[in-house]
């Protein structure tokens, strides 16, 4: 089976948040189960660097009169898996993310920029024979990839078999009908039935409405999404699409994540050999100047700083908790006031909290390996993966009960036999306090910790069983079995 899977970003060459964990381990995980798997992206700056055997493939054509649109070929030194660049320096050579330029703010043609990924990858799966290889299936992934469906659907009824993730509905790509008529699609589709959204282009609604199957990234989340509450004004076309929406859980990438081989940890440890782990909490207690103190609980948090992730949350209880004898460890980088909330405190309560604004790969595995306690308060998660991470770290997580984050984390009332972390029900501050009670209250008996922590590093959420997941709705979707 060909499979082109189509994506914004992918680790480790350029990342942005779980999209780039997933684009970057589900195909080669995929690939290890026999499925000929190619990924296309975009060419921005830096990426070459990463990439060998770089060739240079076809013209493609110039869609939208900013220059010819090429493709590049190459492959990850570390997987082998084999990579399609959408080459176009009017479009992707800049600064900043692959979404906001310097000054923090999207960029003015993002409608283009990821209109022509989409472009490219509809060429690719129209006209296979230009590279020699023709997918039998495309795989889009989030509001980026959104109109590849739609653009083979209006060139032509014989098409490769589509599939489109959804990794979190709250980001749809919403666009103004003069910019729809930029993309070279027909007035005809921008209906309520279509890729109309209120007077608007949404890129994901086209992904979702031209899709063979649609799936997002946790079963939970998938229901969660055909209701009123997470839906995001698409419940009703979700609940419509229903037979055709599933979810299937992330995995991750345990050659990445886990603190057995872990390079950037102070110390190695691993389920049966937990001792070490006291070493990372000192060494992570060092670096930040916070007191020296294994008796004192560490929560971790590694996150966007966003009101999805929850995170006033936490700055609303965290002086609670710095009095009854807690530290704090934050990294992360998003919404101003959240940043100089944690900012601040950070200030005020040097020995107990470190706040690093930014993003730090290396200092995140830290911060999983060296912590007592890991958060993630979000209001929704469609997966997840940080709580998944800190399972693997025997850092147990405190969640909310919702998406992905109710399907990976549990805590029953009356029993503990397979306690993995804590669980709260209400976004609320009065909520999250009481999760994080019952976390220092276990913290204080290390019999208790010694054997949750072994529930959680057992957990196995590895890829090859959501890649097997995949390859079975591809075969569903292709020969209807
Ligand atoms: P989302 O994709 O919604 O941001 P996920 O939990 O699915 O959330 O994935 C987040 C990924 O990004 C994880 O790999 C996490 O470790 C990483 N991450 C988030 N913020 C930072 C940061 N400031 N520095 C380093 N890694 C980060």
Redesign the pocket.
């Known amino acids: 089976m060909k499979v082109l899977l189509v994506a914004s970003e992918l680790f480790p060459l350029v990342?942005?948040?779980?999209?780039?964990?997933v684009a970057g381990s589900l195909p080669v995980a995929m690939m290890q189960q026999g499925c000929d798997v190619r990924v296309l992206l975009p060419n921005y700056p830096g990426i070459l660097d990463k990439v060998e055997n770089l060739e240079q493939g076809p013209q493609l054509g110039d869609p939208y009169g900013h220059g010819e649109i090429s493709l590049l070929s190459g492959q990850i030194a570390e997987s082998g898996l084999e990579l399609w660049l959408v080459d176009s320096p009017a479009l992707f050579n800049r600064p900043g993310t692959p979404y906001l330029g310097l000054d923090g703010y999207d960029y003015q043609d993002n409608h283009k920029r990821f209109g022509a990924l989409s472009w490219a990858g509809a060429v690719i799966a129209q006209h296979g024979r230009l590279l020699n290889w023709q997918p039998d299936l495309v795989h889009c992934n989030d509001w980026q990839t959104g109109l590849l469906p739609a653009y083979l659907k209006i060139w032509s009824q014989q098409r490769p078999a589509m599939v489109f993730t959804i990794?979190?509905l709250l980001f749809s790509g919403i666009f103004d009908y003069f910019q729809y008529r930029d993309l070279g699609l027909p007035d005809g589709e921008f209906r309520p039935d279509g890729m109309e959204f209120f007077g608007r282009l949404s890129m994901l609604k086209s992904g979702i409405q031209y899709s063979d199957a649609i799936t997002t990234v946790s079963p939970n989340y998938a229901k969660e999404i055909q209701t009123p509450e997470f839906g995001c004004g698409l419940d009703g076309l979700l609940r419509h699409r229903s037979d055709h929406l599933s979810g299937i859980l992330?995995g991750v990438d345990y050659h990445i994540w886990s603190p057995e081989n872990d390079p950037y940890l102070a110390a190695p440890y691993f389920e049966n050999h937990q001792e070490p782990k006291q070493l990372n909490k000192i060494d992570l207690q060092n670096r930040f100047g916070l007191d020296q103190d294994p008796n004192k609980p560490l929560f971790g948090v590694?996150?966007?700083m966003s009101e999805?992730?929850g995170l006033d949350l936490v700055l609303e209880v965290l002086p609670y908790f710095i009095h009854k004898g807690a530290q704090f460890v934050i990294?992360?980088?998003g919404d101003r006031i959240l940043e100089e909330g944690f900012q601040q405190i950070a200030v005020e309560y040097p020995k107990s909290v470190a706040t690093?604004i930014?993003?730090?790969?290396q200092?995140?595995h830290r911060i999983q390996g060296g912590c007592d306690f890991f958060l993630?308060p979000s209001r929704f998660?469609?997966?997840?993966?940080?709580?998944m991470?800190a399972l693997k770290y025997g850092t147990l997580p405190i969640v909310r009960h919702t998406g992905g984050l109710a399907d990976t984390v549990w805590e029953g009332t009356y029993d503990d036999a397979m306690q993995t972390g804590f669980v709260f029900g209400k976004a609320t501050g009065f909520e999250l306090s009481a999760a994080l009670d019952r976390a220092m209250q276990a913290f204080r008996n290390p019999g208790l910790m010694h054997k949750l922590r072994i529930q959680a590093m057992r957990q196995n959420f590895s890829w090859d069983r959501a890649a097997g997941n995949y390859l079975a709705l591809y075969r569903s979707v292709l020969y209807g079995v």
């Open positions: 990342k942005t948040g779980g999209l780039a964990d990794h979190n992330n590694v996150s966007r999805q992730k990294l992360g980088s690093t930014g993003y730090d790969e200092l995140s993630v998660e469609p997966c997840g993966l940080t709580q991470y």
